[in-house]
């Protein structure tokens, strides 16, 4: 079963604009991790938050968490066609051992 | 650094053949994984491993099977192939157990008929 769940599945914006997507999940965790895949390609990290950080900053990303409602974001500031891409939140969960579960992904779609 | 290496990018099997995909990291990381790719669910878990000589299942470890004699190379062996095994494999690996970021290779796309 996920533990990660996105929200929300696909998201179509213009460029310019802001993008948030959301994650939530089921157990408590050590740390949250989003990635960013391109189509046809691998899995790219980008930003990992700890669960006693609220939240991060990389460049243009802003991650937010909140354990109370097990639930995370992530802002792409003034989105660019170049962000289109599927986005992944990974839990790394307090009892899962080593294990990263990922959730379903949002597809985000920048216009020109 | 070439980072991690999957081997081959495409394959077609027919049912019941028995192959291997490669997978190799140079980063000189612990932890390698194996994670399957299809539409609507995300990625899962196959198998890990921790380190040479260790390895564990996943949340899908049915019909797979791993092994780790070098800490460079961890390979996914199919068995017996069968048409639910279509999809798309990603090799992964990170310096430690918990806490770090994962690097992915580029992917194999398989393909069961």
């Known amino acids: 079963s996920q533990q990660g769940e996105e929200d929300p599945q696909a998201l179509s914006i213009q460029e310019g604009e802001n993008a948030t997507m959301n994650c939530s999940y089921k157990t408590s965790i050590n740390n949250l991790q989003w990635y960013r895949q391109n189509s046809g390609r691998g899995l790219v990290h980008l930003i990992l938050i700890r669960s006693n950080e609220r939240e991060k900053h990389s460049g243009r990303l802003r991650v937010t968490l909140d354990t109370s409602k097990k639930s995370s974001s992530l802002l792409i500031t003034a989105s660019r066609a170049a962000d289109t891409a599927s986005y992944f939140c990974a839990t790394d969960a307090e009892l899962g051992g080593s294990r990263l579960t990922f959730g379903e992904g949002t597809q985000l779609t920048v216009n020109p | 650094n070439a980072g991690v290496t999957q081997t081959p990018k495409f394959q077609v099997l027919k049912t019941g053949q028995s192959m291997t995909l490669q997978c190799a990291q140079d980063m000189n990381h612990e932890y390698m994984s194996w994670y399957r790719q299809d539409p609507g669910m995300g990625l899962r878990l196959i198998h890990y491993?921790?380190?040479?000589?260790?390895?564990d299942q996943g949340e899908v470890p049915n019909g797979y099977n791993v092994s780790r004699s070098t800490t460079e190379d961890f390979p996914l062996r199919l068995l017996s192939a069968a048409p639910s095994q279509t999809s798309v494999y990603f090799c992964?690996?990170?310096?430690?157990?918990?806490?770090?970021?994962?690097?992915f290779g580029s992917g194999t796309q398989l393909s069961v008929l």
């Open positions: 992964a690996s990170s310096y430690h157990l918990q806490g770090e970021k994962l690097f």
């Open positions: 491993s921790v380190g040479a000589g260790i390895t």
